[in-house]
T-cell receptor, first 114, second 115 residues
Framework: DTAVSQTPKYLVTQMGNDKSIKCEQNLGHDTMYWYKQDSKKFLKIMFS???????INETVPNRFSPKSPDKAHLNLHINSLELGDSAVYFC?????????????FGPGTRLTVL | AQTVTQSQPEMSVQEAETVTLSCTYDTSESDYYLFWYKQPPSRQMILVIR??????QNATENRFSVNFQKAAKSFSLKISDSQLGDAAMYFC????????????FGGGTRLMVKP
C-alpha cells in the first residue's frame, strides 16, 4: 500500500488559474511537508506542518496556501498560477519533528503552467 | 544560512565497480544530521543512508557507506559493487536539530551505471 500518496500525478493548466494538489499519508505520522523541485532538479522545502499546525513557511508567495484538515492530509492550493510555478511538487511525512526521523516522500506531482 | 553543495553534476561507474559521490555543507550548528536520498527515474525519493553528526563512526547500509569528515564538513557516499538499479539522481541533505525539521538539499548528482 502506498504510504504517501499525491493526486494528481500530472497537472497541466493555464496561467492565472487556481489549482490544488492533494496529499495523504497512511503512516500515522504527525509531521508533513511540501517540497518544490525545479527544472534543474533543485529540491527546496516550502512548508512543514506538525499536528495540523504550520511550523515552517520558507518565504513562499501568498498565492500558495497549504491546508491540513487532519494529520493525515496536507493539501496545497495555488492561486493565480504563474509560469515559474512549473515544477514537481513533493509531499512528505515523518513520525514527528525529530531531526533523525526519515521523511517518506510521495511520488510527486508534475505541474506545468502554460 | 545552511548550504549543501554537490560538486559533481554527473558521475559514471562501471557495473560492479565502486563510485564515490561528494557532498560538502556549511553550517555553524553542532547538532545536525546528514542524509543521502536516491531519486530514480520514477521520481520517488528514497532514503539511502543517514548519519548523526555527533557519531564519529561512519554509517553503512549494505553496499552503501559514507565518509563523514566533520571538521571538513564533508559527507561523501560510497557505492560498492554498483548495480544497474543504482542509476539515479542522488541528493545529499542536511537537517539541523531545531524547530522545523526541514531538509536542506544539495543540487544532486546524476549517477549513470554502465553495463
Amino acid at each position: 500500500d502506498t504510504a504517501v500518496s499525491q493526486t494528481p500525478k500530472y497537472l497541466v493548466t493555464q496561467m492565472g488559474n487556481d489549482k490544488s494538489i492533494k496529499c495523504e499519508q497512511n503512516l500515522g505520522h504527525d509531521t508533513m511537508y511540501w517540497y518544490k523541485q525545479d527544472s534543474k532538479k533543485f529540491l527546496k522545502i516550502m512548508f512543514s506542518y506538525n499536528n495540523k499546525e504550520l511550523i515552517i513557511n520558507e518565504t513562499v508567495p501568498n498565492r500558495f496556501s497549504p491546508k491540513s484538515p487532519d494529520k493525515a492530509h496536507l493539501n496545497l492550493h495555488i492561486n493565480s498560477l504563474e509560469l515559474g510555478d512549473s515544477a514537481v511538487y513533493f509531499c512528505a511525512s515523518s513520525q514527528d519533528t525529530g531531526p533523525y526521523n526519515e521523511q517518506f516522500f510521495g511520488p510527486g506531482t508534475r505541474l506545468t503552467v502554460l | 544560512a545552511q548550504t549543501v553543495t554537490q560538486s559533481q553534476p554527473e558521475m559514471s561507474v562501471q557495473e560492479a565497480e565502486t563510485v564515490t559521490l561528494s557532498c560538502t555543507y556549511d553550517t555553524s550548528e553542532s547538532d545536525y544530521y546528514l542524509f543521502w536520498y536516491k531519486q530514480p527515474p520514477s521520481r520517488q525519493m528514497i532514503l539511502v543512508i543517514r548519519q548523526e553528526a555527533y557519531k564519529q563512526q561512519n554509517a553503512t547500509e549494505n553496499r552503501f557507506s559514507v565518509n563523514f569528515q566533520k571538521a571538513a564538513k564533508s559527507f561523501s557516499l560510497k557505492i560498492s559493487d554498483s548495480q544497474l538499479g543504482d542509476a539515479a539522481m542522488y541528493f545529499c541533505a542536511y537537517r539541523v536539530n531545531n524547530a522545523g525539521n526541514m531538509l536542506t538539499f544539495g543540487g544532486g548528482t546524476r549517477l549513470m551505471v554502465k553495463p
